[in-house]
């Protein structure tokens, strides 16, 4: 079954860095949009980048300028370089991409499990 995997995170210090990775695997026809959201303690999951096929990468005015998201459509990846870390920036990253399975006439929303992210003062 298509599934996606997260790679990366943990803590960092306010103003460094960090990447995240997904990779989605199994039966998978396309992909279209593949992102990144983040849900803080007590907060509602907020988007943080999209990545079109194409490449086009929308951000969150939250992060724009900090961080980057970029995909790799042969490897069904994608990852997010995160700079100028934040203490607000503290959630569970999760990755999401819209997916057509093999043998699917839909695309479908599909999710990681989320990764922590810990940014400390």
């Known amino acids: 079954q298509v599934q996606l995997v997260e790679t990366g995170g943990g803590l960092v210090q306010a103003g460094g860095s960090l990447r995240l990775s997904c990779a989605a695997s199994?039966?998978?026809?396309?992909?279209?949009?593949m992102g990144w959201y983040r849900q803080a303690p007590g907060k509602q999951r907020e988007l943080v980048a999209v990545?079109?096929?194409?490449?086009?990468?929308k951000y969150s005015d939250s992060v724009k300028g900090r961080f980057t998201s970029s995909r790799d459509n042969a490897k069904n990846t994608v990852s997010l370089e995160m700079s100028s870390l934040k203490t607000e920036d503290t959630a569970v990253y999760f990755c999401?991409?819209?997916?057509?399975?093999?043998?699917?006439?839909?695309?479908?929303?599909?999710w990681g499990q989320g990764t922590q992210v810990t940014v400390s003062s």
């Open positions: 999401k991409a819209v997916i057509r399975p093999t043998g699917s006439d839909i695309f479908s929303d599909y």
């Open positions: 990545v079109a096929t194409g490449g086009i990468t």
């Open positions: 199994g039966p998978i026809f396309r992909i279209w949009d």
